[in-house]
């Protein structure tokens, strides 16, 4: 599923040249021959709504085009839509540089629309303190890169800290295993007033997503490559194990309360009424519970995925056009590692957002949690010194998630989910639901839809 709360589908819009002169501009070359400008269109361009990152995207433009004046940038508003995005390229009209969630590289270089870049990243600063994970996504299987990741999220469990303390429960340390969640849930069900110890989503394909996280988590996975086609993967025993303990938390503990089907607005409000123990969530949850169901950072933790043996990662980052001279694929890296890929700027950009009383301390952009080495131990001591958010709360997950196995959405990953949800629904409301027979159903049903990958 995409969390990024920037996701919009807006039409291009080409901004001023931001300082550079329409003479300047009549005379430079878009190849940079003979030290000329290169302009590079862009894309990633916050809608106006979204005053806040509007603002301080644009400003980011404005800074680099003064320190870089033979790159000039065209900024266009939206992001990935695979819908028009062939059709782009086709036509002309793909940005030089574009968005990407982490479902779509895998597709766009298999399809040769994404430019190599390998061997032009050798000399970009700080590429190779990327998690290495997060660099895979952007690779094909002989090795060579197509594209840069700038942000990412890992699954992990959300929980309330104080019904932990209420419960009898040390909240500085969370649950690591299936069997600890399903013990603290009952203690924290067993607090009244309507409090549930644990819930999740199972409707709008969101049961299905979370499914896909739990037997990540157990060393599992949805779907696997069987030479050139995929096949179903869950009708196993770690299928059957967490439908199982899904099914006892529900009905032999009573620790998920009666209401079901719920979606990702249901948990979070729960969670933000002090009414919720645990829920799976990234960490952009918390800023949401926070600001739209009245919650308090100082209330959450989070640690990262019970079991330990993986979890579902995703994120973004931006791919160049393939049809780039390398004039515009140079400058356009330039872009790249100075605005998302750069801690050196890391400093300026949290002092900036403190001004803005923008939260700070989350392993979310503007610090995302993308860095190995001494990159990482910069960032963390700069977001330790602007912070404004009670960071020992969330260490939990920092410590944690970087050691997890990162899994990817399986292959058509919104159908697969589609399916899955019916497996969430008939545990999570049917208390005699047949597990061997849902999970057999459901392989069919997904091995149809993995048979339409090409």
């Known amino acids: 599923m995409r969390t990024k709360s920037l996701t919009v589908a807006g039409s291009s819009?080409?901004?001023?040249?931001?300082?550079?002169?329409?003479?300047?501009?009549?005379?430079s070359s878009d190849d940079g021959a003979a030290g000329g400008t290169v302009t590079i269109s862009i894309n990633g361009q916050p809608p106006q709504t979204q005053a806040f990152e509007r603002k301080n995207f644009d400003a980011d433009v404005a800074e680099f085009q003064k320190s870089h004046p033979n790159i000039r940038l065209e900024t266009h508003e939206g992001?990935?839509?695979?819908?028009?995005?062939?059709?782009?390229?086709?036509?002309?009209?793909?940005?030089?540089?574009?968005?990407?969630?982490f479902t779509d590289p895998a597709q766009l270089i298999a399809r040769h629309q994404a430019a190599d870049i390998t061997d032009y990243v050798k000399d970009v600063?700080?590429?190779?303190?990327?998690?290495?994970?997060?660099?895979?996504?952007?690779?094909?299987?002989?090795?060579?890169?197509?594209g840069l990741p700038t942000a990412n999220y890992t699954m992990g469990l959300l929980y309330n800290r104080d019904l932990f303390t209420k419960a009898g429960l040390n909240p500085n340390q969370p649950p690591k295993t299936w069997d600890e969640v399903r013990e603290d849930a009952k203690k924290i069900s067993a607090l009244g007033n309507g409090v549930?110890?644990?819930?999740?989503?199972?409707?709008?394909?969101?049961?299905?997503?979370?499914?896909?996280?739990?037997?990540?988590?157990?060393?599992?996975?949805?779907?696997?490559?069987?030479?050139?086609?995929?096949?179903?993967?869950?009708?196993?025993?770690?299928?059957?194990?967490?439908?199982?303990?899904?099914?006892?938390?529900?009905?032999?503990?009573?620790?998920?309360?009666?209401?079901?089907?719920?979606?990702?607005?249901?948990?979070q409000r729960l969670m933000g009424g002090g009414q919720l123990g645990m829920y799976l969530a990234a960490p952009d949850n918390?800023?949401?519970?926070?600001?739209?169901f009245k919650g308090d950072y100082?209330?959450?933790g989070l640690a990262p995925m019970p079991g330990g043996k993986g979890t579902l990662i995703g994120g973004e980052g931006y791919m160049i056009n393939p049809k780039a001279t390398p004039a515009k694929i140079k400058a356009a890296l330039t872009w790249l590692q100075w605005k998302y890929l750069n801690p050196e700027r890391i400093d300026a950009k949290l002092?900036?957002?403190?001004?803005?009383?923008?939260?700070?301390?989350?392993?979310?952009?503007?610090?995302?949690?993308?860095?190995?080495?001494?990159?990482?131990?910069?960032?963390?001591?700069?977001?330790?010194?602007?912070a404004t958010v009670p960071l020992k709360n969330f260490q939990p997950y920092v410590d944690g998630a970087?050691?997890?196995?990162?899994?990817?959405?399986?292959?058509?990953?919104?159908?697969?989910?589609?399916?899955?949800?019916?497996?969430?629904?008939?545990?999570?409301?049917?208390?005699?639901?047949?597990?061997?027979?849902?999970?057999a159903d459901a392989e069919q049903k997904v091995n149809s839809v993995l048979a339409t990958i090409r």
Request: with cysteine.
């Open 196 to 267: 549930v110890g644990y819930a999740d989503y199972s409707a709008n394909n969101q049961g299905g997503w979370h499914l896909t996280s739990w037997l990540y988590s157990e060393g599992g996975q949805v779907a696997r490559k069987d030479g050139a086609t995929w096949k179903a993967d869950f009708n196993n025993d770690k299928g059957k194990a967490a439908l199982r303990t899904l099914h006892d938390m529900r009905w032999t503990d009573n620790t998920m309360g009666s209401k079901q089907l719920l979606q990702i607005e249901d948990v």
């Open 286 to 292: 918390v800023p949401t519970v926070v600001n739209l």
């Open 125 to 146: 600063p700080h590429v190779s303190e990327l998690q290495p994970q997060l660099l895979d996504v952007y690779r094909d299987d002989k090795g060579r890169l197509y």
């Open 79 to 101: 992001f990935m839509d695979p819908k028009t995005f062939s059709a782009k390229l086709a036509g002309g009209q793909l940005e030089d540089v574009f968005y990407t969630y």
């Open 351 to 386: 002092a900036s957002y403190k001004e803005q009383a923008q939260p700070i301390g989350l392993p979310v952009p503007p610090v995302p949690d993308i860095w190995t080495g001494a990159a990482r131990t910069q960032q963390e001591q700069v977001k330790a010194k602007y």
């Open 402 to 439: 970087s050691s997890l196995k990162g899994h990817l959405e399986p292959p058509n990953a919104q159908q697969v989910y589609t399916v899955l949800d019916g497996v969430m629904q008939a545990v999570l409301t049917d208390r005699d639901a047949d597990a061997a027979k849902l999970l």
């Open 298 to 300: 100082a209330t959450y």
């Open 13 to 27: 819009v080409l901004v001023a040249a931001l300082g550079l002169s329409l003479a300047a501009c009549r005379g």
